[in-house]
């Protein structure tokens, strides 16, 4: 694995445990967080393959 896929590992759970932190706060709701989750596992799984 090259760092910038150890980074994509490491930051996308990161961001998802965000979303989902604020969806509990009440900042986000619903369908923001399930399309802020939905994008950044998907723009992180085709610079994944992409690396």
């Not at 930051?11 to 932190?21: D, E, S, Y």
Request: avoid cysteine; hydrophobic fraction near 60%.
């Amino acid at each position: 694995m090259t760092d910038a896929q150890i980074g994509l590992a490491v930051v996308t759970p990161v961001i998802v445990g965000f979303a989902i932190t604020l969806h509990r706060m009440g900042v986000l709701q619903r369908g923001g967080t399930i399309s802020a989750v939905l994008a950044s596992v998907a723009i992180a799984a085709i610079l994944f393959v992409g690396q």
